[in-house]
């Protein structure tokens, strides 16, 4: 298993941007399949984007494609999301997960996660 803290949340006006940091800590970040999970007040955890440690494929739920971005870092074992076009419906705590497949957006496929960083978009 990784340890994984995530930074970067905060409030922004609808349309603007904001970048999610997850540091991870352990031998094996560079075996691990990173994703972003988000969970709006009174609903399940969604996907949002992951990935893969093998070639760094990345998949995307239709929500958020073309409007984030996910990346890895092996070097300083870190995965950021770029979130731009943000939208009220965005809103949500956002949580960093790590997963030992290949690839996934399956949340129990996922074994490692962070506290979570709120996210907060204003119409």
């Known amino acids: 298993q990784v340890q994984l803290v995530e930074s970067g949340g905060g409030l922004v006006q609808a349309g603007g941007s904001l970048s999610l940091s997850c540091a991870a800590s352990?031998?094996?970040?560079?075996?691990?399949?990173m994703g972003w999970f988000r969970q709006a007040p009174g609903k399940e955890r969604d996907f949002v984007a992951a990935?893969?440690?093998?070639?760094?494929?990345?998949t995307y739920d239709d929500s958020v494609k073309g409007r984030f971005t996910i990346s890895r870092d092996n070097d300083k074992n870190t995965v950021g999301l770029q979130m731009n076009s943000l939208k009220p419906e965005d809103t949500a705590v956002y949580y960093c997960?790590?997963?030992?497949?290949?690839?996934?957006?399956?949340?129990?496929?996922?074994?490692?996660w962070g506290q979570g960083t709120q996210v907060t978009v204003s119409s």
């Open positions: 352990g031998r094996t970040f560079n075996r691990h399949t």
């Open positions: 997960a790590a997963s030992a497949l290949p690839m996934s957006h399956v949340e129990f496929e996922f074994d490692s």
């Open positions: 990935v893969s440690w093998v070639d760094s494929t990345t």
